[in-house]
Structures are given as C-alpha cells and as structure tokens.
C-alpha cells in the first residue's frame, strides 16, 4: 500500500475486502495461539457493531495484540514461524509487520495485506536464537493491555486469502477497551481515522455510552484508564482542537458547513462521554 490512508475515500471496497480475508486466513493459520492473540484496531467496531445502523467504514489491514505472557519458551517465533511456513506471508516495510498479496480474482491487481503485530509497552518478548526474521520486533503501544482485560471471542465466516470459505474463532478487543486503545491512539500520533473510529463507536452502540462511561469509572485506577480521560479531555477540549478536527479532515467534505457539523459533533459526543464518566 502507498502511504497511510487519511481520509473516508482512501478506504477502498477492495481493499476492505482483502484484509477481511486476510483476517480470515489469520484466524485459521493461528489457530492454536487463539489465547495469545486479540485482534484489535479498525476491525473490532466493524465485528461487534455489525448491526449499527450506520455502517463501520472497515479496515484495510489486520492488527494483533500478542499476550507476552503466553509467549514463553519459543511460541513467539513459532507463530510467526506458522505465517511464513505457509509461503503466502513475508516481511513488510515495517519492521513489526508482516505483509500478504490477496487475488480477487476480479481481473485487477492483487491488494497487499499488512499484518502488524502489537504488545503492551511493559512487556518484553524473549528473542529467538537465532533470529527467525532479521529486524523484525513487536510494536509495543500505548494503552495496548486494555486489549486482554475482557476480549470477547466471536466466530468470523468468509473467504481466505486463497478464496475458500471458512469459519474462524477469533478474539477481538472489547469496545470499552478498544476506546480505551483509540483515546491513547489520538495521542500519540497523527491518523484521523482514529477520531472517526472513537466517535463511531461512542455513537453507534446500542447499550449507549452510558455503558462505556459506566465500565471506564470502574477502573479509573488503571493507569491506561487514567491516561485515556487525560487525552480526551485535552484533544476534545473545543470544536477547534485536535480531536474534533481529525473528524473532518476524515471526511474531508469540501462544504464549510458540513465541516462545522462533525467539527461540532465529535466534540459534543466525546464530551458527553467526560460527563457520565464523572457521574457519579
């Protein structure tokens, strides 16, 4: 893929469609690390708000949380080991990812798949001697063990990479959790989709944000909890600041009015998030 997609148009249907299958062969690949793994990033609101009135854009790549904990004694070159052994999977430009050509058979080009691989930032992963892949590591993220406090498995049908159908069981990161991720995401780096995503999933679940607000108050002593009300307070303090912003470069309507709309709108949102966290 060339360059990281910024707004809604770059998430094309094909492309969409390629990583769903990658997620599929994935899920089947890695089947025996299923207690290691927890898919997270733009696919968890796609999964578990399927039935949203308004549709989740999807994602063009998969994202794994890996569990170091699990990974002891060789699993973590074993299962990459799984990946590459297939002859479908090799390194990508990054050096925590792993990238895959899926043939849609539609008469155009194959898409290419990244696969990248995430851990919590106080986790370390013991290295294989030798080195399985050269300079390939983990992406350790901020706020990334919110992603194994209470991942909910679902069972994943559709085609793989090479177009059989198939079902999978998978983990994916639970949506209070995944908000926990994308609050941390929002600061610490520069991708609108991450405001689209937070304000979709606050949005668009039926139990309402009140059950997120409710499950967050909860944990206000976990240190990732903490941090993640510390950044949505800063970057949704007004429908000028960065977080609202993000929303309507993601969009990217030429018309000033429907720019202030979603300007307008993430900041509301989130904000009425802050106060039913502070409800007591």
Known sequence: MNGEPRYEADYTGRQIEAAH?????????????????????????????????????????VDLALDAGKL???????????LLDTKRYRPGEKEFQLVVDVDLQDGEEPVQVEVEFLAAKDVKLKKNKPKLLSNFRVLQADGCRAAFHDPVEMKLKGRN???????VKIRVV????FL???????????????SYDL????????????????????????????????????????????????????????DADEQARHARRAYEIVQKFLRLIRAK
């Not at 990479?161 to 079902?167: D, F, K, L, Q």
């Open 161 to 167: 990479v090479r177009g059989a159908e198939n079902t």
């Open 21 to 61: 299958r990658v997620l599929i062969d994935v899920g089947q690949v890695l089947a025996s690390f299923s207690d290691c793994l927890v898919v997270v990033g733009g696919w968890a609101p796609d999964l578990l708000l399927a039935d949203a009135d308004e549709p989740h854009i999807g994602s063009i790549d």
């Open 199 to 254: 304000c979709y999933c606050l949005e668009q679940y039926s139990g309402g944000m009140e059950e997120f607000a409710a499950d967050w108050r909860k944990r206000l002593a976990e240190k990732d909890v903490a941090r993640a009300i510390d950044i949505l307070q800063e970057k949704f303090a007004d429908v000028r600041s960065f977080g609202p912003q993000q929303l309507v470069e993601f969009h990217n309507s030429p």
């Open 180 to 194: 926990v991720m994308k609050s941390h995401a929002i600061g610490g780096r520069d991708k609108p989709r991450d």
């Open 72 to 82: 002891n004694e060789g699993r973590y070159a074993e299962l990459l080991k799984l």
């Open 174 to 177: 639970s949506l209070a959790d």
